[in-house]
């Protein structure tokens, strides 16, 4: 089986996430990384293949800056077997309409069975690439799930939603999302990481995915981000310690004082 | 005045709280037409001022998950050119939109907490750290709106029935639920839509008792943080945070939670934080109103205790 994991290269969460001048996120000036949740789309797609046993190939896919071969890097530190890098300058500022179109048509260009994604991307958070992809390429999309098994050509999940747990199943190909409930991520070991040294990656521009650069960007944007702004940091009220229950009754006071009792 | 498409949220038939929030926010910008795939109490469809009602039969598309809805709407889209198509957040109606807008070549925005009626939405993005303005400049605007984004207001709407049927690609039933497990109720308020939300997260060490019991005192719906959720002391639809729910009520209680940034990401926006933590170096404690430093179990029973107390 062939296996395409689509990943994310995302500013590091914990760092002071900003944006441009021009809206769009500084992806360069804020240390990024492999989207945490698409750490968990490479974990099932390691353990896919590792159940089969057989020759499954794991392809890492990333559309983003130069930097993104970081990402991709370290999927393949985990265990992945080589790396497709889109990049080019025309597709900086894109959103998930643009990138959903580059992704689909590299997808493409891959042999593949089964694409697995991330829950959502830690920055934009959208969590609509995986439904647009299923549209885009014309096959089934299961998605969100925490349990994920796959017998013959039939991918079945676990969907913990908010209603109901749920079983859901699709035919190959298909694009299949986790989320982080799906199981903790693998750390690359020293063997991995020596390993992913020599793994080939290839670089893909606009111009070999036959894709017209007036398609995707910023300026092609299919909505415009007017204005953005940092939210005024909430300032600290009292905080009290409690000796001998006198932390409750200040609390039951403080409730009490703001209606809530 | 042109159409607004309303997609209709329903449990067991009946039309949920946040679907009258949409159409409150739909009347802004046009006149709204509620889309109801399956069936419903439409009565109030119509006291909430949808001058249209869709109605899809679903007997055909039942569990075949979001496809077969998204080609509904796009049928729609093309019939009524509407100013505007409004879904819930949340994974299907997010992914309904991303599948409307490719098929339709239509802007997308999501996660919206306030929509204004030029089109503008206001969102929160970076764990509630920055509020960005968009507009959608290409298509029929698709936008996707939280739970809570406005009050719902009665308004009479016409309500005028219109039988919808369309036809569903086989592709769109390609993928099918085979299985499904409804979870039980709590009798508590709705995590995303109750006034008032008590969590608790590591510190609790796995007894959620006394957390349910104080939420229980002052009417709350119950949360829990991701660490809570990972050692399997609640269920994953309790979950406050990036990978769970985003709540944004008049108050917030942590109890037993260090308050990291992806927490922070589902609460951070609610009027009024409180916490209780045995750490004084907390980092929930930078976002408080008001904070104890202390052991929950001797604090939260106290409370409670005090709280039941006083109502009498
Ligand atoms: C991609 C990603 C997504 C994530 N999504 C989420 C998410 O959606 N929601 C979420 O919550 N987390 C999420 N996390 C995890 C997050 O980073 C934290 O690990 C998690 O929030 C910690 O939970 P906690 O505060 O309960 O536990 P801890 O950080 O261990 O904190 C426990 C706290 O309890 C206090 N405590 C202990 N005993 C007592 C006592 N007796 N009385 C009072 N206080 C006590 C301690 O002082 C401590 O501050 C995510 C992480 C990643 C990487
Ligand atoms: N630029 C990208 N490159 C590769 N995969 C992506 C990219 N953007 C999104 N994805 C995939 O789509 C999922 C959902 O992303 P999003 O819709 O942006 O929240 C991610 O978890 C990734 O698996």
């Keep these: 089986m062939n296996i395409v994991v689509c990943v994310k290269y995302v500013p590091d969460a914990t760092a002071d996430r900003r944006f441009e001048d021009d809206n769009t996120v500084d992806r360069v000036g804020v240390d990024g990384l492999l989207s945490e949740l698409d750490e968990y789309a490479v974990e099932q797609a390691l353990q896919v293949k590792e159940k089969l046993g057989d020759d499954t190939e794991v392809t890492v896919l990333s559309v983003g800056p130069e930097q993104a071969t970081d990402a991709i890097r370290k999927a393949l530190q985990m265990g992945a077997d080589k790396g497709v890098h889109v990049v080019d300058d025309a597709i900086a500022g894109s959103d998930a309409l643009a ?4 992704l689909a048509e590299a997808i493409k260009k891959i042999d593949h069975d089964l694409v697995v994604c991330g829950m959502a991307s830690t920055d934009g958070s959208m969590g609509v690439v995986p439904a647009m992809l299923a549209e885009r390429l014309d096959v089934p999309a299961v998605t969100l799930g925490s349990e994920v098994e796959v017998d013959g050509t039939t991918v079945r999940i676990r969907r913990d939603g908010d209603a109901a747990t749920e079983t859901i199943e699709g035919t190959l190909p298909l694009v299949l999302s986790v989320t982080d409930q799906s199981g903790e991520a693998r750390y690359p070991s020293f063997k991995g990481i020596m390993a992913a040294k020599k793994k080939p990656v290839e670089t893909w521009s606009l111009g070999d ?35 001998d229950g006198s932390g409750a009754t200040a609390l039951v006071e403080f409730l009490a004082s703001k209606k809530f009792i | 005045m042109s159409e607004v498409l ?17 159409l409150t926010i739909a009347r802004r910008l046009g006149e709204p ?27 055909d598309i039942k569990g075949y998950l979001v496809a077969p809805k998204a080609e509904v709407l796009a049928q729609l889209v093309e019939k009524t050119s509407p100013a505007a198509v409004l879904l819930p957040s949340g994974g299907e109606g997010k992914e309904i939109a991303g599948r409307l807008a490719v098929k339709t070549g239509s802007g997308l925005i999501t996660d919206a907490v306030d929509v204004a009626a030029d089109g503008t939405t206001t969102q929160s ?7 960005v303005q968009a507009k959608v400049t290409k ?20 309500g005028a029935e219109e039988e919808f049927s369309v036809t569903i690609s086989d592709r769109a039933k390609s993928a099918r639920i085979t299985a499904s497990e409804p979870r039980k109720a709590s009798g508590r308020p709705e995590l995303t839509e ?32 991701r660490a809570a959720v990972d050692s399997g002391w609640m269920p994953h639809a309790f979950q406050v945070g990036q990978t769970g729910k985003t709540v944004s009520p008049q108050l917030y209680v942590a109890n037993g939670i260090s308050g990291a940034i992806q927490h922070r990401a589902g609460m951070q926006t609610s009027k009024t934080i409180v916490a209780v933590n045995k750490d004084e170096e907390a980092p929930i404690f930078e976002l408080v109103d008001f904070g104890v430093v202390g052991d929950l179990h001797a604090v939260l029973p106290r409370a409670t205790e005090e709280i039941t107390k006083r109502k009498g």
């Design chain 1, 99 to 102: 990138t959903s179109l580059v």
């Design chain 2, 194 to 225: 109750a006034a008032i939300v008590v969590s608790g997260g590591r510190g609790t060490g796995g007894d959620f008792s006394e957390v349910e019991g104080f939420a229980d005192s002052i009417g709350a719906a119950v949360g829990a943080s």
């Design chain 1, 209 to 243: 995915l036959g894709v017209d650069a007036e398609l995707v960007g910023l300026s092609a944007a299919w909505s415009t981000v007017e204005e953005t702004s940092a939210r005024p940091p909430r300032t600290q009220g009292e905080v009290v310690t409690d000796e």
């Design chain 2, 33 to 59: 037409s509620a889309v109801v795939i399956g069936s419903v109490d439409t009565s109030s469809l119509k006291q909430y001022g949808a001058a249209k009602i869709y109605t899809v039969d679903d007997a």
């Design chain 2, 125 to 131: 993005v970076f764990a509630g750290s920055y509020t």
């Design chain 2, 6 to 22: 309303v997609l209709v949220d329903h449990v067991d038939g009946k039309v949920t709280k946040p679907t009258l929030e949409l």
């Design chain 2, 139 to 158: 298509g029929t605007p698709i936008i996707t709106v939280k739970p809570n984004s406005a009050t719902p207001e009665q308004a009479d709407g016409e």
